[in-house]
């Protein structure tokens, strides 16, 4: 309940001997006790919660499921975990029984020439690519001795251009150079 304490309002209790404020760490340590346990403790207290209280509550749901299902003892009494297994075998046996089954068709289909002439189309395929790889490649390498002679030929063009017209072009510069010059200054 709240309290008024010289015109301060606090929260407390009132007793024939004094007042307690409750929120005051001289008159109540559980301010105290909630900071330490909430702010300081709490990540144990969740972790101990999963850990423990939700590991013990998961082990006797699953105790109490396996009881009231009263796994039945089979013919050769196996448990479960040898029944799945069992199971695991008798599905691998299948599989591989499937698969011999499948390469026994493969290999009739070949025995008619329908795989013989897919592979030949395939590998006839794969020498036309080849062959367009080659040829593209060719052609890529004559463009890029064609741009390198190109580029030489300007290379060549720009020095003579640059020796013939040096004295101009250092006048110009010159007259740009003072003309910044002197509009700055």
């Excluded at 592979?119 to 794969?126: D, G, M, Q, V």
């Excluded at 290379?155 to 007259?175: F, G, P, Q, T, Y």
Aim: net charge negative; aromatic share 10%; glycine share 2%.
């Amino acid at each position: 309940m709240y309290l008024f304490l010289v015109n301060i309002k606090v929260y407390g209790r009132s007793y024939p001997w004094g007042v307690v404020e409750c929120d005051n760490l001289a008159h109540n340590d559980f301010s105290a006790l909630k900071h330490l346990l909430m702010s300081v403790h709490l990540q144990d207290l969740i972790d101990m919660t999963h850990h423990v209280h939700y590991t013990n509550y998961f082990s006797s749901r699953l105790t109490s499921i396996a009881e009231a299902s009263k796994f039945l003892a089979t013919e050769d009494s196996r448990e479960p975990l040898s029944q799945l297994e069992t199971e695991r075998l008798a599905h691998q046996r299948k599989l591989a029984k499937l698969e011999s089954e499948m390469e026994n068709v493969f290999e009739q289909k070949a025995s008619h020439g329908l795989v013989h002439e897919r592979t030949n189309k395939l590998i006839e395929t794969e020498r036309d690519l080849v062959e367009r790889a080659e040829q593209s490649e060719k052609h890529l390498l004559t463009q890029l001795t064609e741009f390198e002679k190109r580029r030489q030929e300007f290379e060549d063009e720009r020095a003579i251009w640059e020796s013939e017209n040096r004295e101009s072009l250092e006048v110009s510069h010159l007259k740009l150079y003072s003309f910044l010059y002197i509009k700055k200054g």
